[in-house]
């Protein structure tokens, strides 16, 4: 069957992003969560020499990353 498909090809077109996508863009970067993530391959501010990710800062300010998508029903008042 695979023989009898068409090949696959893509195409990337790079384009300017409106300003309400830049603004949205943005403010997304912006957010404690992503910073964790962006961020996390630099030195701790803590001055210990360890990466931010594996040392002051493994989760987000309220504990959990991306709290509109967090479904945790658990105890644990880190989690919820």
């Given at each position: 069957l695979a023989?009898?498909?068409?090949?696959?090809?893509?195409?990337?077109?790079?384009?300017?992003?409106?300003?309400?996508?830049?603004?949205?863009?943005?403010?997304?970067?912006?957010?404690?969560?992503?910073?964790?993530?962006?961020?996390?391959?630099?030195?701790?501010?803590?001055?210990?020499?360890?990466?931010?990710?594996?040392?002051?800062?493994?989760?987000?300010?309220?504990?959990?990353?991306?709290?509109?998508?967090?479904?945790c029903q658990?105890?644990?008042?880190?989690?919820?």
């Open positions: 023989e009898q498909l068409p090949t696959k090809t893509d195409n990337i077109v790079f384009c300017e992003m409106s300003e309400f996508q830049l603004r949205a863009y943005r403010r997304l970067l912006a957010a404690p969560d992503v910073q964790l993530l962006v961020r996390g391959d630099e030195e701790c501010d803590c001055g210990s020499g360890s990466l931010r990710a594996q040392c002051c800062h493994k989760i987000a300010p309220d504990g959990v990353l991306w709290r509109q998508l967090h479904c658990c105890d644990d008042p880190d989690c919820n």
